[in-house]
Nanobody
Framework: QVQLVESGGGLVQAGGSLRLSCAASGRIFSSYAMGWFRQAPGKEREFVAAISRNGNTYYADSVKGRFTISRDNAKNTVYLQMNSLKPEDTAVYYC????????????????WGQGTQVTLSS
């Protein structure tokens, strides 16, 4: 079973940037698609971004052009660069591993991290 550990969350002003990291255990990280989801208070967990094992990327419309997902297979790490942050980006951000080529649904993922809090101040 893979372990995923997110880091990089925090408090940031609107318009600012953060980079989230997700470190994965295991030796076959490069074989899996990875994704980021987020969950705001009182809301459902939602898809943010995904990256296939070949590096193809997919984004939710709400973050397209502002967020960038990337991966470093040598470090078993996936990143989420978040720019031009808005108050509505406040949420707990989760990293997840997909058993599909890529996924935008929660059911496409079988392993999850514990989450990292991102809070925007206006």
């Amino acid at each position: 079973q893979v372990q995923l550990v997110e880091s990089g969350g925090g408090l940031v002003q609107a318009g600012g940037s953060l980079r989230l990291s997700c470190a994965a255990s295991g030796r076959i990280f490069s074989s899996y698609a990875m994704g980021w989801f987020r969950q705001a208070p009182g809301k459902e967990r939602e898809f943010v971004a995904a990256i296939s094992r070949n590096g193809n990327t997919y984004y939710a419309d709400s973050v397209k052009g502002r967020f960038t997902i990337s991966r470093d297979n040598a470090k078993n790490t996936v990143y989420l660069q978040m720019n031009s942050l808005k108050p509505e980006d406040t949420a707990v951000y989760y990293c997840a591993r997909s058993f599909k080529t890529y996924g935008i649904r929660i059911s496409d993922y079988d392993s999850w991290g514990q989450g990292t809090q991102v809070t925007l101040s206006s």
